[in-house]
């Protein structure tokens, strides 16, 4: 698995959306990150002014050999069950404990291991989150961004459900921001068919102007904000809020009540007739279980309808089940693909190799019946369209087809470059992720640690609906495709301002499939 938190965010705001979206208004999503006095208790302490640290800065703390043997040494165990009725296997240690199971951990697994910096000492730390969030690699990418940007925790009870859940409970839209500071731009980017945000009336790129009657756009007022953060994330189901918005030049308010929202991954599905032939075209934002179903009967609706190329809209998808990728990545490819390496992880060098994931031609049974002989459209060509938020299993789609010899041609922005991934690992109530392994496809090749650049580059459309012929980026990859030339950029309704969704880090992840079933 991969994540990173969203980009823009202010530590000024309180948590928002319980980790079910994104971390809107805090610096990394449910206690991830490290360094959040907000997330994980007070930010590291690296000695009180005018006293000698415990541990000399030019000496690294020991690794524990035997780390295992620190798990579940809790400072504070949980008592109870967990959600499955078991009992925790929290037992009476120290934080020092499960700092010792951390660092030995993280030597054993990190794929950087060699890079944590050897002055980062257990002593200067307070609690386990921070001095996990300073366990990975300084070191910057080729475009000076850092190279690890994923290392993240949840509370373990947040992750088993997150990772479990097919509904949200909120309005059933999605937003694209700005930043969470003052002044914000906030555009409704998705809204799920059939949920409260659809039947209000809420369209894609209506702008965000208040939220019970607080202004949203400029308020930084700390009590205020909170009010937006309770409006716009509700806890329940059946809650009243209501919002603001600005479509052109209207300004109108809609009621809403919160409700459980079923997300649907795959939408938009249609075939354009074009004079070089008839292309497919669907949107597709998540890799969850619940798409495998979906993509399965929207491929077979392309082939029924003669579709002979493919317009593969995966700019808000920020990943998910690599199995899942790899069907799909069958699905576009045909036969040619069937067996071969859809993507290979590469652990440390303490680590065993795992087989390879294959370009799958059959279903693994997340939501279409275990075996079933998955449809193809057998491409030598496909067109993805990519943002920023086009993150980690997305990625391996395009690096799996490229590694078999499919031209994919990207049409958008630079992808948000998460070639990593990570198995979770809990510790007394914590689960920790860190990088783990890199994936490669079949040519060996998985170095885009700053995303994969756009064959053409073209804005985000706002002020049209996904799957309109009309739409900025589909409009550039019909025409790209007919004439093999980037049309010019149009105005993108972003105002100039880089967007990215809003949205936790659950859904800007590769799952590793499990090793056995």
């Not at 240690?93 to 950087?112: C, H, I, N, V």
């Not at 010019?488 to 880090?505: D, E, F, I, K, Y």
Request: charge should be negative; hydrophobic fraction near 40%.
């Amino acid at each position: 698995m991969t994540s990173h938190s969203a980009p823009g965010v202010s530590t000024a705001f309180p948590r928002l959306l319980a980790c079910a979206v994104a971390a809107l208004f805090t610096l990394a999503a449910c206690g991830g990150g490290g360094g959040n006095p907000s997330i994980g208790g007070p930010a590291p302490v690296a000695s009180d002014p005018g006293t000698t640290p415990t541990t000399p800065a030019d000496t690294a703390d020991p690794i524990p050999a035997d780390y295992m043997s620190y798990q579940n040494l809790c400072a504070a165990p949980r008592t109870g069950v967990d959600a499955e009725g078991l009992p925790f296997p929290d037992r009476q240690g120290t934080l020092q404990d499960e700092m010792k199971f951390l660092r030995g951990w993280s030597d054993a697994t990190y794929l950087w291991y060699s890079e944590i910096p050897s002055t980062v000492h257990m002593t200067d730390y307070t609690n386990a989150l921070d001095y996990f969030a300073a366990l990975k690699t300084p070191a910057l990418t080729a475009s000076g961004k850092l190279k690890d940007r994923f290392h993240f925790t949840y509370t373990t009870a947040e992750w088993d459900a997150l990772t479990n859940a097919s509904q949200d409970t909120g309005y059933g839209v999605t937003w694209s921001v700005n930043s969470t500071a003052a002044p914000r731009t906030w555009l409704a980017a998705i809204v799920e068919p059939g949920s409260p945000a659809a039947t209000a009336g809420i369209q894609r790129g209506d702008l965000l102007t208040a939220v019970d009657g607080i202004d949203f756009i400029n308020t930084d007022d700390e009590d205020q904000v909170a009010k937006l953060g309770a409006g716009l994330s509700p806890d329940t189901a059946g809650e009243h809020h209501t919002l603001t918005l600005r479509r052109g030049d209207k300004t109108f308010d809609v009621a809403l009540t919160s409700a459980v929202v079923t997300t649907t991954p795959v939408k938009n599905v249609k075939v354009f007739d074009t004079a070089a032939g008839k292309v497919g075209y669907l949107s597709f934002e998540d890799h969850n279980g619940v798409s495998e179903l979906q993509l399965i009967n929207a491929v077979t609706t392309l082939k029924n309808q003669g579709a002979t190329d493919l317009v593969l809209d995966m700019r808000y998808n920020g990943g998910g089940l690599l199995y899942v990728a790899s069907e799909l990545g069958y699905m576009i490819a045909g036969p040619m693909s069937a067996g071969k390496t859809f993507e290979r992880a590469i652990y440390n060098d303490k680590t065993a190799a795992d087989a390879p994931i294959p370009f799958r031609n059959t279903a693994f049974g997340f939501s279409a019946p275990r075996n079933m002989a998955l449809p193809y459209l057998g491409l030598k060509h496909v067109t993805v369209l990519t943002t920023s938020d086009t993150c980690s299993a997305s990625e391996a789609v395009i690096n799996g087809l490229r590694g078999v010899d499919v031209q994919v041609d990207l049409i958008g922005g630079t992808t948000c470059g998460k070639p990593y991934g990570f198995v979770p690992m809990p510790n007394c109530g914590t689960t920790y992720f860190t990088i783990q392994f890199k994936g490669v496809n079949a040519k060996g090749f998985g170095d885009y640690p700053d995303g994969f650049a756009p064959t053409c580059t073209v804005p985000d459309d706002m002020a049209h609906a996904l799957g309109d012929p009309a739409e900025g980026m589909l409009a550039a990859a019909l025409s790209y495709r007919a004439t093999n030339a980037c049309p010019a950029a149009a105005t993108a309704r972003a105002r100039g301002v880089p967007m990215h969704l809003a949205r936790s880090q659950l859904k800007e992840i590769a799952i590793y499939p499990p090793k056995t079933r």
